[in-house]
């Protein structure tokens, strides 16, 4: 009998588990999405960023005084 409990209370958690995971999967794909937009606006603002000290390096090597 107890081995029964102990097996009857296991299968209960791992289908609470289950549904745990399958209620935040929707949340977990738009934190995905929400991650990969900040990664690319990020890398894109980098971008930007040494293009400006890469021309500032080259007008200062162009122009010197």
Do not use: N
């Amino acid at each position: 009998m107890k081995a029964f409990l102990v097996g009857l209370i296991f299968l209960m958690a791992v289908i609470v588990l289950a549904l745990v995971g399958i209620l935040l999967s929707p949340f977990l794909l738009l934190m995905g999405l929400a991650l990969q937009i900040l990664f690319f606006s990020l890398f894109f603002l980098f971008g930007i960023w040494l293009l400006g000290k890469f021309i500032i390096y080259m007008w200062q090597k162009l122009y010197r005084d």
